[in-house]
């Protein structure tokens, strides 16, 4: 039973990679080189390189000793340093096949974005959208946007998110909303979250404007870029005030020439008799997509703000303020409802920058392993934003160099984690013989990073050619 569900996991994965357009070996397939004089007979179809291939449901079961033998020595190069901590786990009978210091808690960088994603699908569900709404302000002419918490929301057609919600829709429901009354003054609503908006531990390089992260809020356009684009490495300039910015180009959208103040939005309302518009009352909403794509982009893209943002629905939904610490908060509490070892992590963020986090191998490979399996259908959504090893996302570039890491090209789909000395990386694979199994590899005294992951990548291709 466990088998066949895990067969079908892994072809919907298949099929969702298939039909995003991604850099990689697709965009060779799809090159515009085709002689306009030749017959369709004569250019068969490319054959595509392999993208996670479902498990065999008679795969060989691997042995602990095996793994031992294929992975023990490459866990001790020198590239990882002295702190290196591992576990690996047969999904379809839970068995741990290795593990070195797998319950020792170590910092996790990005890959802290796995607890993210579990927590929220697990409190939310896949299906949850977020809104935007516009109300009538307290004065004439005045209308509030009140933040939902979507960090993927556009301006207009050119956003960062495919199929996001957009302030320029919103824009002409309010205009016909407001029924030629003239649009005098924008306010922006942010007291859906509270508190810092920066965490503990982050380093000041990483925060905006140059950095990684913009400022946590409510409110924001293309999770805080200044400009719809995402920039693997180096700066991805963000606003130093998301939500001020998403006001600004609100405005613009209405026509709205006054200067953009934040306020609180009056108590909900309805319309008055005869169409009149009173203070509350709802005069537009725009919805984000499916919870389940906005982490796809999350994972994907290893986008911070995203992962910051969408934590505070886990604190919303709990009940607890929606600040860093009642996110982690009550994200460590869903982990132990879920059964599962919240006495080995600690966390400061939702994203992984901050370097107080913590969290063991052991507890990332369960966490996999129990999405994995299909008891919490709710969970298994996450492994479709995971980046496949030479083809998508953080992984695109990864498993090219040496020539042997190229064997795990197609078989891993993982997320990474990198800070200075510290690399990481967590997900599942498929052996040669056709067996799925969840891996966590952490180290957290590297030196060059570049050598660091290429060490990290050998440990999972060994795992996929060995078959153990």
């Known amino acids: 039973m466990v088998s066949g569900l ?3 996991i892994l072809i919907v994965a298949v099929g969702a990679a298939a039909f995003i357009m991604r850099p990689g070996p697709i965009a060779g397939w799809l090159a515009d080189k085709t002689d306009p004089t030749a017959s369709p007979s004569v250019a068969p179809e490319p054959t595509p390189t392999p993208v996670l291939a479902a498990a065999g449901e008679s795969a060989t079961q691997p042995s602990a000793a095996a793994v031992q033998q294929a992975i023990g020595g490459l866990l001790g190069a020198k590239a990882l340093g002295s702190r290196v901590r591992a576990s690996v786990v047969d999904v379809s009978t839970g068995a741990t096949l290795y593990a070195q210091n797998a319950a020792t808690p170590t910092t996790p960088a990005s890959t802290t974005k796995l607890v993210t994603a579990a927590t929220v699908l697990a409190t939310r569900g896949p299906a949850y959208r977020l809104t935007t709404r516009v109300v009538a302000g307290g004065q004439p002419g005045e209308v509030v946007l009140v933040g939902g918490g979507d960090p993927t929301l556009a301006v207009n057609s050119k956003g960062q998110f495919p199929g996001a919600a957009r302030l320029d829709k919103l824009a002409d429901q309010v ?17 859906l979250f509270s508190g810092s908006t920066t965490a503990k531990g982050w380093n000041r390089t990483i925060i905006a404007p140059e950095g990684q992260v913009a ?18 490495v180096g700066g991805d300039p963000r606003f130093t005030d998301p939500a001020l910015a998403a006001g600004q180009a609100f405005a613009r959208q209405l026509g709205v020439k006054a200067a953009v103040t934040r306020g609180s939005a009056p108590a909900a309302a309805t319309a008055a008799a005869g169409g009149a518009i009173v203070p509350g009352a709802e005069l537009g909403k ?3 997509p499916p919870l389940v794509h906005v982490i796809d982009w999350m994972l994907e893209q290893s986008d911070n703000t995203i992962a910051e943002v969408l934590s505070r629905q886990v604190a919303l939904a709990a009940g607890a303020p929606a600040t860093f610490d009642g996110a982690t908060t009550s994200m460590i509490a869903k982990l132990t409802e879920l059964g599962l070892p ?3 992590i600690k966390l400061s963020d939702a994203s992984g920058l901050s370097r107080l986090n913590q969290i063991s191998p052991d507890l990332l490979t369960k966490l996999l392993a129990l999405a994995a399996q299909g008891d919490h259908p709710e969970l298994t959504s996450m492994f479709g934003g995971l980046p496949v090893a030479g083809w998508s996302g953080t992984l695109r570039t990864r498993f090219v160099t040496p020539a042997p890491n190229r064997a795990g090209q197609g078989l ?3 997320k990474t984690g990198s800070l200075s000395g510290v690399n990481t990386i967590a997900g599942q694979l498929v052996t040669k013989d056709g067996r799925l199994l969840v891996f966590a590899i952490m180290a957290d005294a590297t030196g060059d990073s570049v050598t660091a992951r290429q060490a990290l990548d050998r440990v999972a291709t060994r795992l996929v050619a060995c078959g153990c």
Not at 175 to 191: N, Q
Not at 215 to 232: C, F, I, K, S, Y
């Open 6 to 8: 895990l067969t079908l």
């Open 175 to 191: 205009k016909t909303a407001m029924d030629g009354t003239p649009i005098t003054r924008v306010l922006i609503d942010t007291s």
């Open 215 to 232: 400022a946590v809020m409510p409110l924001m356009t293309n999770a805080g870029r200044r400009q719809p684009v995402h920039h693997e």
């Open 286 to 288: 725009v919805q984000s």
């Open 342 to 344: 919240a006495g080995e």
């Open 412 to 414: 891993v789909r993982a």
